[in-house]
């Protein structure tokens, strides 16, 4: 009788260990270790194509939500080419035409120099919270780590995704792994964090491998060298003046 007793303590404090938060709060909780004030990483993103892989070196520097402002720094025929985002503008500067492109419309959905990642992927809001609604949906065990399984769906109709189901570490409050879908249910891109590190006092994902599944090849893996968060960054850098420097 005292075991019994026992067990149902354990399942009724599991309960309410999984009651604690709402779909809304861990989705609060997860876009507070993604953002900052500022954002100045060295990333590397690895194409896995049908014909071989190729590598992408950048640097990025983001404010805020509104303004990012990236140079590529390899391959060489990659070298130079710098984007700029300020608001819901995106623009691109190639050294080989000395050409600024606004990218703007269908050409947002296209992919971003042949990676599984789209223009619309960049410019998307970081903060889920003010995209979507959550509902935590069930639990399940990612890479040996306990998550929620949440789903989100789309606030308004102007997004890429309508609807997107993450699977969040209870512990570390980060996405582990994402589907993300049409509005008529199709599963569009997957991503899947198969490394995380500890800088500032938060979780932050290491290593990100996206797949487009309406494409060919074995996807893309994001892998981040260095971020610093909270760092100055000079006004001048988000101009349009800046992309031809």
Same mark, same amino acid.
């Given at each position: 009788?005292?075991?019994?007793?026992?067990?149902?303590?354990?399942?009724?404090?599991?309960?309410?260990?999984?009651?604690?938060?709402?779909?809304?709060?861990?989705?609060?909780?997860?876009?507070?270790?993604?953002?900052?004030?500022?954002?100045?990483?060295?990333?590397?993103?690895?194409?896995h194509g049908r014909r071989g892989s190729?590598t992408i070196e950048s640097k990025s520097?983001?404010?805020?939500?509104?303004?990012?402002?990236?140079?590529?720094?390899?391959?060489?025929?990659?070298?130079?080419?710098?984007?700029?985002?300020?608001?819901?503008?995106?623009?691109?500067?190639?050294? !080989?035409?000395?050409?600024?492109?606004?990218?703007?419309?269908?050409?947002?959905?296209?992919?971003?120099?042949?990676?599984?990642?789209?223009?619309?992927? &960049? &410019?998307?809001?970081?903060?889920?919270?003010?995209?979507?609604?959550? !509902?935590?949906?069930?639990?399940?065990?990612?890479?040996?780590?306990?998550?929620?399984?949440? !789903?989100?769906?789309?606030?308004?109709?102007?997004?890429?995704?309508?609807?997107?189901?993450?699977?969040?570490?209870?512990?570390?409050?980060?996405?582990?792994?994402?589907?993300?879908?049409?509005?008529?249910?199709?599963?569009?891109?997957?991503?899947?964090?198969?490394?995380?590190?500890?800088?500032?006092?938060?979780?932050?994902?290491?290593?990100?491998?996206?797949?487009?599944?309406?494409?060919?090849?074995?996807?893309?893996?994001?892998?981040?060298?260095?971020?610093?968060?909270?760092?100055?960054?000079?006004?001048?850098?988000?101009?349009?003046?800046?992309?031809?420097?």
């Open positions: 009788m005292k075991i019994q007793h026992t067990i149902m303590i354990i399942l009724l404090a599991s309960v309410a260990f999984a009651q604690k938060y709402s779909g809304d709060e861990i989705l609060d909780k997860v876009d507070e270790g993604m953002t900052a004030q500022t954002k100045i990483f060295v990333a590397k993103m690895i194409v190729r520097w983001v404010q805020g939500t509104e303004k990012s402002f990236t140079e590529y720094l390899a391959p060489a025929r990659e070298k130079g080419t710098k984007m700029l985002k300020l608001g819901d503008q995106l623009w691109t500067y190639s050294p !080989q035409t000395d050409r600024i492109i606004k990218i703007a419309g269908h050409i947002l959905r296209q992919s971003l120099m042949g990676s599984d990642l789209s223009y619309e992927d &960049m &410019m998307e809001d970081p903060h889920l919270n003010h995209i979507y609604t959550a !509902q935590v949906t069930g639990e399940e065990m990612i890479a040996d780590r306990p998550c929620w399984v949440l !789903q989100l769906t789309a606030k308004t109709s102007h997004v890429a995704y309508h609807t997107r189901k993450i699977w969040v570490d209870k512990e570390r409050f980060i996405i582990l792994r994402e589907y993300r879908f049409a509005k008529s249910g199709k599963l569009l891109k997957t991503t899947d964090i198969t490394d995380v590190f500890q800088v500032d006092g938060r979780w932050y994902p290491k290593r990100i491998l996206f797949k487009d599944q309406l494409r060919k090849g074995k996807g893309t893996e994001f892998i981040l060298e260095s971020i610093k968060f909270n760092s100055a960054i000079p006004s001048y850098l988000f101009s349009k003046a800046t992309l031809r420097k």
